[in-house]
């Protein structure tokens, strides 16, 4: 009885911080007492910036449209198409930063309030969101952000992809050392792990283990490093092992407004009718390997089979591709009004830590391990039982040391497929590893590029405003495409 109690305080007050964050601009103009100034507490502060970044992260531009149709995983039937507005592009780039602000915020009254430990995790949520905004856009503001009201500057440079790596790397590291069990509350805010210091330990040590892994490529000592320091010493640095340790923001689902993201788009589970279903690039290589997370993922189209909406010349005008026959996303991931958004989880780690010992990056363990370990996790977050899973596991091609696909190209695969809902992640590895390859593009597309996006375009109101964008280093084709981000160094796409 304590613990449901516990957990309707709780959804009443995440949706009161949801709502008094949407209507903050009138609430402040109707409501300030010039006689009687107010404070909002840091933990208020940290649940607002917690709710926006979620939301937009996480919702159905970003996180089905854009990231999921480039991610290879999602797709809108229909047009197919990779629509750009400039309303919509300005919306979430500023969401992103308000997110941002907020947690500089709530770090900054944490101090003053004497709570260590939520300056802490709030510099662990600025970090972790900036890590995605830049795996989107590249270079973006972050050293010079959020200090107008303390520094004055209005026009934030912008740190290149390199600079803006080095600088989360150190915060999450300061962020981790930072945090104890035996000092203050988080406080109410806390809607990812509800006070428990260890797993934001474990979560900012994760998101270093992310980190450090895309920039492998093109900096392997550095990452090497990193992820030495992290899996070589488990007491100083605990990091995800089980999903018990899952960074996922489960939403109340009381009201309309908090719904969870996918959900309040989507529609119900009892009437699924939405355009925006599942891509044949995932089901096509779940299919293939028996894939027993695949009805989890999506649901068979009208004539019992699982299908995905195909890219390329003449998409439109493939049968396959119309209303019936496309299938739609699971109800796990997309029809739960109490549902999650996943900001990461251990099977992630596991692969992280195969890929690092197959190349050799760290020491000290087995990469078949650590792989079979992070299917076996993945597989257990989706409710597949142990018998299907060792039957998966001895399929030649996920098979370790079988079929014709490489170890390194399995475990970047087996990644890939567990990243489903964290679209962003899942794109940003292709991007990275380019497994599996995405050469079906979009038809307005396909004539000139071979592969889906490179980044986001930047936002029309960035480029006018601030004085510091960097239009020399800036080079944009056709929207999306043009330069590759940092990290990318795969050869011959465009």
Same mark, same amino acid.
């Given at each position: 009885m304590k613990s449901h109690t516990n957990n309707i305080i709780r959804a009443i007050l995440f949706c009161?911080?949801?709502?008094?964050?949407?209507?903050?601009?009138?609430?402040?103009?109707?409501?300030?007492?010039?006689?009687?100034?107010?404070?909002?507490?840091?933990?208020?502060?940290?649940?607002? %910036?917690?709710?926006?970044?979620? %939301?937009?992260?996480?919702?159905?531009?970003? %996180?089905?449209?854009?990231?999921?149709?480039?991610?290879?995983?999602?797709?809108?039937? %229909?047009?197919g198409d990779y629509e750009f507005r400039v309303d919509i592009n300005n919306g979430q780039w500023d969401n992103l930063y308000r997110a941002m602000a907020y947690f500089a915020d709530a770090r900054r009254t944490a101090f003053?309030?004497?709570?260590?430990?939520?300056?802490?995790?709030?510099?662990?949520?600025?970090?972790?969101?900036?890590?995605?905004?830049?795996?989107?856009?590249?270079?973006?503001?972050?050293?010079?952000?959020?200090?107008?009201?303390?520094?004055?500057?209005?026009?934030?440079?912008?740190?290149?992809?390199?600079?803006?790596?080095? &600088?989360?790397?150190?915060?999450?590291?300061?962020?981790?050392?930072?945090?104890?069990?035996?000092?203050?509350?988080?406080?109410?805010?806390?809607?990812?792990?509800?006070?428990?210091?260890?797993?934001?330990?474990?979560?900012?040590?994760?998101?270093?283990?992310?980190?450090?892994?895309?920039?492998?490529?093109?900096?392997?000592?550095?990452?090497?490093?990193?992820?030495? &320091?992290?899996?070589?010493?488990?007491?100083?640095?605990?990091?995800?092992?089980?999903?018990?340790?899952?960074?996922?923001?489960?939403?109340?689902?009381?009201?309309?407004?908090?719904?969870?993201?996918?959900?309040?788009?989507?529609?119900?589970?009892?009437?699924?009718?939405? &355009?925006?279903?599942?891509?044949?690039d995932l089901i096509q290589p779940m299919s293939d390997l028996s894939d027993p997370r695949l009805p989890v993922y999506a649901d068979p189209n009208q004539n019992g089979f699982f299908n995905g909406y195909r890219m390329g010349i003449g998409q439109t005008g493939f049968p396959l591709n119309n209303n019936q026959n496309v299938s739609h996303i699971g109800d796990r991931f997309g029809y739960d009004d109490r549902g999650f958004s996943p900001f990461m989880h251990a099977a992630q780690v596991w692969f992280i830590r195969a890929e690092a010992l197959e190349r050799g990056l760290i020491t000290g363990g087995s990469a078949r391990e650590a792989y079979e370990q992070g299917i076996r996790v993945s597989m257990q977050d989706n409710g597949i039982s142990t018998e299907a899973t060792n039957a998966y596991l001895q399929e030649p091609e996920v098979a370790w040391g079988s079929g014709a696909s490489s170890n390194l190209e399995k475990i970047r695969l087996q990644n890939w497929i567990g990243l489903f809902k964290q679209s962003v992640e899942a794109w940003a590895e292709v991007r990275r590893t380019d497994v599996p390859r995405l050469e079906n593009v979009t038809n307005d597309y396909a004539m000139s590029h071979n592969r889906p996006p490179f980044k986001m375009a930047y936002p029309a109101n960035e480029i006018a405003f601030n004085e510091n964008f960097p239009i020399d280093r800036v080079v944009e084709v056709d929207i999306f495409y043009g330069k590759q981000l940092w990290w990318d160094t795969r050869e011959g796409v465009f």
């Open positions: 009161s911080l949801w709502i008094s964050t949407s209507c903050m601009d009138s609430w402040t103009e109707m409501n300030i007492n010039p006689n009687q100034p107010s404070a909002v507490p840091a933990t208020t502060i940290f649940g607002s %910036g917690m709710t926006v970044m979620a %939301g937009q992260l996480f919702g159905e531009r970003i %996180g089905i449209y854009y990231t999921g149709t480039w991610s290879g995983q999602l797709a809108a039937i %229909g047009a003053r309030e004497g709570n260590t430990n939520l300056a802490a995790v709030a510099l662990i949520m600025q970090a972790f969101t900036a890590h995605q905004v830049s795996d989107m856009w590249g270079d973006i503001p972050y050293t010079e952000a959020f200090r107008l009201q303390d520094e004055d500057i209005l026009n934030p440079r912008f740190d290149t992809h390199k600079e803006l790596y080095t &600088q989360i790397l150190a915060e999450l590291e300061e962020a981790q050392a930072q945090l104890s069990e035996s000092g203050p509350a988080i406080g109410v805010g806390d809607f990812l792990y509800a006070g428990d210091i260890m797993k934001w330990r474990k979560f900012a040590n994760s998101i270093r283990l992310r980190v450090a892994m895309r920039m492998s490529l093109v900096e392997p000592a550095e990452a090497a490093q990193v992820l030495g &320091q992290i899996f070589g010493n488990p007491s100083s640095f605990p990091i995800f092992e089980t999903n018990a340790d899952n960074a996922y923001l489960r939403w109340p689902g009381i009201a309309t407004n908090n719904l969870e993201p996918w959900r309040a788009r989507l529609g119900v589970p009892t009437n699924k009718q939405d &355009q925006y279903r599942t891509n044949h």
